[in-house]
């Protein structure tokens, strides 16, 4: 992965400590969270009612 790209991937890839170092060089990524997960809330966003995503929340 290179600065600016984005991974996209499923939850069962979860790996907490490649994507501490993706997000310190500024790789950014998508994936499922797993049950057990801790989650931060670190910003909410507003989306217009005909969004058809349920992306709804940045942690």
């Known amino acids: ?3 600016n ?3 996209l991937m499923d939850k069962a890839y ?3 400590k490649l994507f ?3 997000n310190k ?3 950014y ?3 499922r969270l797993k049950n057990n997960a801790q989650e931060e809330l670190i910003e909410v966003f ?3 009612p005909a969004t ?3 992306v709804h929340k940045r942690c």
Request: charged letters at 35%.
């Open 25 to 27: 060089s500024d790789i």
């Open 46 to 48: 507003e989306f217009k």
């Open 14 to 16: 979860n790996n907490y």
């Open 5 to 7: 790209e984005v991974a």
């Open 52 to 54: 058809p995503d349920k």
């Open 1 to 3: 992965m290179k600065p």
């Open 20 to 22: 501490d170092q993706w």
């Open 29 to 31: 990524f998508v994936t």
